[in-house]
């Protein structure tokens, strides 16, 4: 199961930040990867990134939100983090986190969703 | 990027209708394709991946099928339940990425 957690409202120039706490599986996990996608009418489903672990972790991030984002992990509290800078209006949405299922290849788990308004 | 390309953006049918969703990757993603089903103010929920399998739980009356850029979702005999809005999303490469959806409504 994954839990969603984070402020709704963001003020435009500061950060967003979403956290994903993970039950039933190990957030190191070699069977799954977490991704973050939000949904927005203007922008429909967005894939924003991935991490996952494999020995060591690794991120992927869309390039399109590359030089804003973070992501990190806390495997005490076996849970991932986005980091957002820098927001704008534009990041306003509905933010997912997701389990990968690396095996079957397809997103076989979603957070409840977070709405985020971007506005001062 | 590749480009998902859903048809037609909005349907509506009648009860027990059989209803044709499509799908067009603008390059070959092989069968790299999934299929989710999302209810308003849910999270999206597979259906279908690697073009043709049904996850487990989903009713029988969904199916998929395609390969190469063009793909389809059936569903054979539409339920009231079956009300929502479907995505197709490749994951031939990164970045992943959805199709712009198709709302299924009841006539």
């Known amino acids: 199961q994954l839990q969603q957690s984070g402020p709704g409202l963001v003020k435009p120039s500061q950060t967003l930040s979403l956290t994903c706490a993970i039950s039933?599986?190990?957030?190191?996990?070699?069977?799954?990867?977490w991704h973050w996608i939000r949904q927005s009418p203007s922008r429909g489903l967005e894939w924003l990134g991935r991490t996952y672990y494999r020995s060591q972790w690794f991120n992927d991030y869309a390039v399109s939100v590359r030089s804003r984002i973070i992501f990190n992990t806390d495997t005490s509290k076996n849970q991932v983090s986005l980091q957002l800078k820098s927001v704008t209006p534009e990041d306003t949405a509905v933010y997912y986190c997701a389990r990968w299922e690396s095996y079957g290849e397809y997103f076989e788990q979603w957070g409840q969703g977070t709405r985020v308004i971007v506005s001062s | 990027d590749i480009q998902m390309t859903q048809s037609p953006s909005s349907l509506s049918a009648s009860i027990g209708d059989r209803v044709t969703i499509t799908c067009q990757a603008s390059?070959?993603?092989?069968?790299?394709l999934n299929w989710y089903q999302q209810k308003p103010g849910k999270a999206p929920e597979l259906l279908i991946f690697a073009a043709s399998k049904l996850e487990t739980g989903v009713p029988s009356r969904f199916s998929g099928s395609g390969s190469g850029t063009d793909f389809t979702l059936t569903i054979r005999g539409l339920q009231p339940d079956d009300v929502a809005t479907y995505y197709c999303q490749h994951y031939d490469n990164l970045p992943l990425t959805f199709g712009g959806g198709t709302n299924v409504e009841i006539k």
């Open positions: 039933g599986e190990s957030v190191s996990s070699d069977s799954a990867a």
């Open positions: 390059q070959d993603i092989a069968d790299f």
